[in-house]
């Protein structure tokens, strides 16, 4: 099996410590999710559904850059408009998953027709509080790129939560039905 060194933490450090290396396969990618996808949210359960790949959980984090964070559609789905410096750093989780379960999310994601996947930072939360110097990993995130311009005028938010202050609780559907989502006017 090929293995590469992978690393994973960056700080503005430029020494490297063994430490901060981690074991990755050449098919295993990380992902930052924001949305329904995120741990207790509707449709976190695809991630941890091992019949579709493998996924783990890293760590939650932030993005480097502020992006809008916006809630649209009779779904009421979490779109992350691709506008870097507009909006704010939005939360969310880290998952390694290999690379079935990347291509099951590029899928459900409706990668690349109508979400694109592209990297990004990631800052890593620190709970500890311990270090000083704040570490980012490079992730794939779903972006929406194609959106129509009223999109920027919805509020936007720096975390998403189905069940948030904003009232608007994310509609449940399966997977196929969510694809289908792609070809329905938003706002």
Known sequence: MLVR??????????????????????DEHLMFVYGTLKRDQPNNHFILKKDIGHAEF???GKTVKKYP?????SYNIPYLLYVPGQGHQVQGDIYR?????????????SHPTYYERMEDEIIVDDDSGSNPEPKTLRCWVYFMKNYKPDML??????????????GLQYVESSASIY???ASE???
């Open 5 to 26: 060194l992978l690393p994973l933490f960056r700080g503005t450090s430029s020494r490297i410590h063994y430490s901060s290396f981690v074991r990755m396969s050449a």
């Open 58 to 60: 890293v760590a939650s």
């Open 69 to 73: 964070l916006v809630i649209a559609g």
């Open 97 to 109: 998953v290999d690379l079935k379960k990347r291509n099951f999310m590029d899928e459900f994601e």
């Open 153 to 166: 005028k919805l509020e936007a938010f720096p975390c998403y939560d189905t069940n948030g202050s904003h």
């Open 179 to 181: 694809k289908t989502v």
């Open 185 to 187: 006017p938003i706002c």
